[in-house]
């Protein structure tokens, strides 16, 4: 299987998170990425491939303009109006309830007013290469696709940064623009072809549902913990099921905490029916290994072993499948983790 | 001059505020109130008096209930359902682009998403005593409004926490409860007669201008470091002047940095002048002090003389006025600056 790795992901490198209340070392490292690389690496199953580049084309046809334009340059203006630092984080965010009864507004002149114009949170910080780094992630994604589209019966685009929490206009949750749905949309615009994108990360992809919620070309299914006491918080409720054209093309699947190996496989067959009735051309994992019994900030418990069944039960449904690295963050186990997944995966495909 | 003061603003005692990229010793503290009671405490021209209770319906008749029963169990709820942890931040904010096609949702069932649902910023941390303390702000306001309803031409508040970016729905900026705004419905809700909001903070009171922006009634006239540079960044432009029956009861005056005495006096000479036109029959003055020369965190330049003057030209209005504390973070000029601003006010009212 063709693994797609650029060390532009170097270039995001942050070494403070504020969350929680305080500010601490990031869960989001480039260790992460680096601990996936060695590991595949080390296995003959996997061939380490450079990504091409795509332009900034295929990023606009999911994401505002102003939104990219802004990342290109925040992290500078920042140190220019504002201040030096090496870590760049909105301390203020636009809401809509804020300006009640003024009009939607505009986005505001100072970097500091538009950090919270485009982003929604604290944890996702711009440094110098950040966006750089985004832009990596988005050709890793863009060339696993092509991959697949080119024959291949599967890839893995070890993306990061992530991706699935960025909405068309907001960047958030590790994530500064959506690979999947970028990928996504690629392919159904490209080929005229129905899509899947399927989300195993602990956290609910509300960037991925928001892109395609009135979508009918693009399915979006998602296995997550259930909001009610799991980031996003805001998304990823089952009610919340797509609307105009793609009303019935999202399905939400909220866990409950300690969900084990077993029970996960059965939220998983669900997905899986789902995705059959809908009938894609390609399938496109959002892999997140955040859902493993050790990791740091989620509260599933997964196994190594479970994840080789996981990804057993996908690749049977016999699609081209392109897989995309979103979070995971108990990074001893990331490696491993991620070769069990992919294993199961090219068993059954 | 009765000068309305209660150590309850001692409750609310953050040690880290989060903002501009960093976790620092926080501004808004609790040496701000103790400073200002310090020094007009040694001067016969005022008299220090405790407030008396108010309970909460003069708060909900201008909060969202909602907003209210959050904040007096956050700061336990987070205990018990995430982390000890002496302050308490919101880490996620709820946009309503996050779920763009999705309606508008309800508050969700978290308290990390509660936290991101009721405010809009970091630099405002909920400790153990903050509810206390913003209740005993409210009743700071509300005792100096009665003693000038009761017949004195004058009264000071002496508010900690502030409250002028507190908004119906939302806290944020240091502010809980909108002290200023919350009198200001008091007043002319119950003596039916007209009332002006002057706010002369360095930053624009976007909660205040929010909360009557529809309004006849009350009218909000605001001066302020120009929102294309300063916080908040999304509210305080000239082009706001409000809407429906409060079309033209909203006038801000934006500023440049640096700004000094005699060009500052020119704009409140504007803001003089319409307030005249607008005739309230009570003045209610946010006063921050942070429009000094040698503030920390922001850039106009008024002297302490400058605040005499201000005082001066607004106690010739002849208006019943009373002065509510609201931002102000050099503290050692703090006490001076605002002994200043009301010897002048009493000088001519």
Redesign the interface.
């Known amino acids: 299987m063709k693994v797609v790795y650029t060390p532009a992901h170097l270039l995001h490198n942050p070494e403070?998170e504020?969350?929680?209340?305080?500010?601490h070392s990031p869960f989001e490292h480039s260790g992460r990425a680096e601990k996936i690389r060695e590991t595949l690496a080390s296995d003959s199953t996997f061939d380490i491939v450079a990504p091409t580049a795509w332009g900034i084309d295929p990023i606009t046809k999911v994401h505002n303009p102003g939104l990219v334009r802004f990342l290109s340059t925040a992290w500078a203006d920042?140190q220019r109006d504002?201040?030096q630092?090496r870590?760049?984080?909105?301390?203020?965010?636009?809401?809509?309830?804020?300006?009640?009864?003024?009009g939607t507004?505009q986005e505001?002149?100072?970097v500091?007013?538009k950090l919270?114009?485009w982003c929604?949170?604290?944890?996702t910080?711009l440094t110098d290469g950040t966006y750089e780094a985004a832009r990596g992630a988005v050709d890793v994604a863009l060339t696993a696709t092509q991959i697949v589209l080119d024959g291949a019966k599967s890839s893995y685009g070890l993306c990061r940064p992530p991706g699935h929490h960025a909405?068309?206009?907001?960047y958030?949750?590790y994530c500064f623009f959506n690979n999947a749905a970028i990928a996504a949309h690629h392919v159904a615009s490209t080929t005229g072809s129905k899509v899947t994108v399927l989300d195993v990360d602990y956290h609910h992809g509300?960037g991925t549902q928001?892109i395609f919620?009135?979508r009918d070309d693009v399915q979006f299914v998602s296995l997550h913990g259930d909001?009610?006491?799991?980031?996003?918080?805001?998304?990823g409720y089952a009610e919340?099921t797509g609307?105009?054209k793609g009303l019935g093309s999202t399905l939400n699947l909220p866990l409950a905490a300690r969900t084990q190996d077993d029970a996960y496989l059965q939220s998983l067959e669900r997905a899986v029916e789902s995705i059959k009735k809908f009938a894609p051309s390609l399938l496109i994992v959002s892999l997140g290994l955040d859902t493993f019994i050790t990791d740091p900030i989620c509260d599933l418990s997964l196994t190594t072993d479970g994840y080789d069944r996981c990804g057993a039960l996908v690749g049977a449904l016999g699609l081209p499948t392109v897989v995309l690295q979103e979070g995971g963050y108990d990074v001893n186990a990331l490696g491993v983790n991620v070769q069990s997944w992919l294993h199961g995966l090219a068993r059954t495909s």
């Open positions: 403070v504020i969350e929680r209340s305080s500010a920042y504002i201040k630092s870590e760049v984080v909105p301390d203020i965010f636009f809401k809509s309830n804020l300006r009640e009864r003024m507004g505001p002149a100072s500091n007013g919270g114009w929604f949170e604290t944890t910080p909405t068309t206009d907001l958030g949750g509300n928001q919620y009135e909001p009610t006491r799991a980031y996003p918080y805001f998304t919340e609307s105009s």
